[in-house]
């Protein structure tokens, strides 16, 4: 299985890199500190599997955005989230959004191996911390929310949430402003928010931007 990382430490980049090279059946083709630089190097370089980082600081980084890129961008690529945070809900929607695997870097080492063994095989991965975050979302009224969306009314929120217009929205994954549109209507219309207003302010109340705290107020965009 060939394989990108990406991760704006490089300190974690050389540690990820020499302990997945001793792994059988694993190739690191590249590695990349960037979202930018990740969605550059996945457009001219054929791989299978994606391991990174959810909260890359350097623009654009915003997680949703990057993750909902390569799901649409590259159906093939399989792609794992190695992130430092397991807040329930984000962990939920990445879930939902279709990343095939989720890892905390709270966890040993060898559950990310582990995980990219098992996506690898065609499965789906949640390590020890990320399931236990996604049990504790699942108690929650927010999650029931989460799940009353299709998976494009998904993937629309997290782009509204991160300050992409609907023009900007339609662009990265490949749709049409009119059908992206409708999807942000459908979410208005699920919680009865009558502006773009309405609907940011309840999604940021619920916990409901998909970024982690340290980035809740910093929307950037991916070209």
Not at 140 to 164: D, M, V
Not at 208 to 213: F, K, N, S
Request: net charge positive; proline share 5%.
């Amino acid at each position: 299985m060939k394989i990108l990382l990406a991760d704006d430490h490089p300190l974690i980049l050389h540690g990820l890199e020499a302990a997945l090279s001793r792994v059988s059946g694993l190739e690191i083709i590249a590695t990349c500190r960037t979202p930018a630089a990740l969605l550059s190097m996945l457009k001219n370089t054929a791989c299978g599997l994606v391991v990174a980082d959810y909260a890359m600081p350097d623009a654009p980084g915003d997680g949703w955005q990057l993750f909902t890129a390569m799901l649409n961008r590259y159906p093939a690529v399989k792609v794992v989230a190695y992130t430092a945070f397991a807040e329930p809900l984000l962990v939920a929607g990445l879930q939902r959004l279709g990343v095939h695997g989720v890892v905390s870097k709270r966890d040993p080492l060898p559950q990310l191996i582990h995980a990219i063994e098992v996506v690898a095989g065609g499965s789906r991965h949640l390590s020890p911390i990320a399931q236990a975050a996604l049990d504790e979302a699942a108690a929650t009224p927010q999650y029931q929310f989460l799940t009353s969306l299709t998976h494009r009314e998904l993937q629309t929120l997290g782009l509204f949430a991160a300050g992409l217009s609907v023009s900007a929205a339609a662009r990265l994954i490949g749709r049409s402003v009119k059908t992206v549109s409708a999807q942000k209507a459908a979410v208005k219309r699920k919680i009865a928010a009558r502006s773009d207003w309405d609907l940011y302010v309840h999604i940021a109340q619920q916990g409901l931007l998909m970024r982690p705290a340290i980035q809740a107020q910093s929307p950037c965009s991916i070209a």
